[in-house]
C-alpha cells in the first residue's frame, strides 16, 4: 500500500554537475534495489543533448539487473523518448508538465495545453499496451517565476492529466516552498475531485518542509512518495540549495507514524556509499532555511518573484 518511488538515479542525477560513469549508475539503481523501495526512477530518455548526465539511459536500462517486484520507469518526453523506453523494456513511463505557464515555456517551451497535446499520443499508446503512466506536475504550489501557484489552478491541471489518462499524478512542489498547511489546503480541496490512489507527492527540502509535507500528506491518506537517497539533487532553481527530500529521512519519518515500510537503510546507505565517489566534492549543499525562494533563484532579480511574472507578462 505505501510506496517509496525512488528517483535518485534520474531525478538526482540529473540536478547533479558531475556526470556518474554508467557502470557505477547500474550499481547504484542495483543497490538501491536491494534497499526495497517498489519503484525506481531509472533515468530519462529526453534527446541526450538536453541532459547529458541521463544520455546513457539505454544502457543502464540493458545493464540493471532486474529485481522481481520493482518497477523501473523513466521519464519520457514524446514518440522518440518512448520508442527507445519500450525498446529499453520499461516498466512504467512518466510525462512532465507543471501548472505554471513561465514555468513550462522555460522548461519545455509550451504551455500546459500544449504539453497535454504532445503527451496524449505517448499516454495512449503505454495504455494500449498496458503500460502505466505517471505525470509530474511541477510547480504546483510555488514557481520561481509565478510565486504562489493557486491550489484551484493545481487542481485543474491534476483533473486534466487524469483526464488524459495519466495513472499517477505526482505533485510537485519544485522550488520546496511548500508549506503543511499549504499542502492540507490543496489536499482538502483536491481529494474530494480525484481518486487518492492516483495522487502521488514529491517534496524538495529546500526550505525544510520537506518530511513536514510528506507527514501532512499522509495524515490525508496519500501513499506514494517520491525521495531521494541522500537527498540526492540540488533544488533546479536555486543553485547551492538542497533539493529532493531525502529518502532515508522520509522512511525514518514514516515508519515513526508507525507506517510499514519494508526498506533496508543499511542498503540505502550502500547505494549513497557506491554512488559517492563520482559525485562532485560541492554537491551537497546546506538547506536555505527563511529565504523567500525568490531570493535563490537564478531567474529573480528583485525582491518578490511575482515580479517576474510582470516582468515576463
Ligand atoms: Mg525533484
Not at 513561465?102 to 499496451?129: C, K, Y
Not at 543553485?239 to 527530500?245: D, F, H
Request: glycine share 8%; net charge negative; charged share 20%.
Amino acid at each position: 500500500m505505501l510506496k517509496i518511488v525512488e528517483v535518485g538515479p534520474r531525478d538526482g542525477l540529473q540536478n547533479e554537475t558531475a556526470t556518474v560513469p554508467t557502470e557505477a549508475k547500474v550499481a547504484f539503481v542495483d543497490a538501491l534495489a536491494a534497499a526495497g523501495p517498489g519503484e525506481i526512477e531509472v533515468s530519462s530518455f529526453v534527446a541526450p543533448h538536453r541532459v547529458p548526465q541521463l544520455a546513457d539511459a539505454d544502457e543502464v536500462f540493458r545493464r540493471i539487473a532486474r529485481r522481481p517486484g520493482v518497477v523501473y520507469s523513466a521519464l519520457v518526453p514524446n514518440g522518440r523518448g518512448f520508442e527507445r523506453a519500450l525498446a529499453a523494456g520499461i516498466d512504467k513511463i512518466a510525462v512532465f508538465t507543471a501548472v505554471s505557464e513561465t514555468f513550462n515555456q522555460h522548461n519545455i517551451n509550451t504551455s500546459l495545453a500544449g504539453s497535454l497535446r504532445r503527451f496524449q499520443p505517448v499516454t495512449r499508446r503505454a495504455r494500449e499496451i498496458g503500460l502505466p503512466v505517471r505525470g509530474y506536475l511541477s510547480a504546483a504550489f510555488w514557481c520561481a517565476f509565478e510565486g504562489r501557484i493557486p491550489p484551484e489552478a493545481t487542481i485543474q491541471a491534476v483533473q486534466r492529466l487524469v483526464d488524459l489518462g495519466v495513472d499517477e499524478v505526482a505533485i510537485s512542489d519544485t522550488i520546496g516552498k511548500a508549506t503543511p498547511a499549504q499542502v492540507a489546503r490543496l489536499l482538502d480541496d483536491l481529494l474530494p475531485r480525484v481518486p487518492i490512489e492516483r495522487i502521488a507527492v514529491h517534496f524538495h527540502d529546500t526550505y525544510g518542509h520537506g518530511v513536514a509535507n510528506v507527514l501532512k500528506s499522509y495524515e490525508f491518506g496519500i501513499r506514494t512518495f517520491d525521495a531521494s537517497v541522500g537527498g540526492l539533487g540540488g533544488c533546479p532553481f536555486a543553485p547551492g540549495a538542497s533539493g529532493n527530500v531525502a529518502t532515508e529521512a522520509v522512511v525514518a519519518a514514516l515508519a515513526a507514524e508507525g507506517a510499514a515500510l519494508a526498506i533496508d537503510p543499511e542498503m540505502l546507505a550502500e547505494a549513497r556509499r557506491l554512488l559517492a565517489p563520482f559525485l562532485s566534492a560541492d554537491r551537497r549543499p546546506q538547506p536555505v532555511a527563511d529565504l523567500p525562494a525568490c531570493a535563490v533563484c537564478d531567474h529573480f532579480t528583485d525582491e518578490d518573484c511575482c515580479d517576474r511574472k510582470t516582468a515576463t507578462g
